[in-house]
């Protein structure tokens, strides 16, 4: 992926937020995904959605998407405009529901990196080098690069687009 992500950052200093909390129980019969995303991170934040523009980063505590194995969770965030996640740590399966919908990037960062970006920092990602840029604080910081088959993923756009190699 050699696009530079560039877009406002939308931070919950708080670990563990479970995906009761991105996606309320309540909405999960909802099928319409945009009907779906005026709903995201309604357990601590109900105006997120009015917040977020498109290509927007969402910076969050260790442990993001932790709870239930609902898809619905990335795809809520996602289709509210947020194009990517820096967290210390993710639950597994949202990580994995994430990248292999090609809903959205969640980038592993450091607790130092997590400490030092602020809300609404404009911030600028390079996927295939590894580095954040935090603009508004003219800053730079080195993220965890992807797994080599997470990155073919990536760079697929999803799992269902993914080709494996068959040499």
Do not use: W
């Not at 563990?16 to 019969?29: A, F, H, M, R, S």
């Not at 809520?76 to 990517?84: E, F, H, M, V, W």
């Amino acid at each position: 992926m050699n696009e530079i992500l560039r877009g406002k950052a939308h931070k919950y200093d708080r670990d563990n937020i479970d995906t009761d909390v991105i996606i309320p129980g309540p909405y999960l019969k909802i099928h319409d995904h945009k009907e779906l995303a005026k709903h995201a991170m309604e357990g601590i934040d109900p105006k997120f959605p009015e917040k977020v523009s498109q290509g927007d980063f969402m910076v969050a505590g260790s442990n993001f998407g932790c709870g239930s194995s609902r898809e619905h969770a990335p795809i809520a965030l996602s289709q509210t405009g947020i194009r990517a996640i820096l967290a210390p740590s993710f639950a597994r399966i949202f990580y994995r529901n994430a990248v292999d919908g090609g809903y959205l990037l969640p980038i592993e960062v450091d607790k130092a990196t997590f400490d030092s970006i602020s809300d609404k920092d404009e911030l600028e990602i390079d996927i295939a080098q590894n580095k954040i840029k935090n603009i508004t604080k003219n800053s730079q910081y080195a993220m965890k690069p992807f797994p080599e088959l997470i990155a073919k993923i990536v760079e697929a756009g999803g799992l269902v687009n993914f080709k494996p190699d068959t040499a």
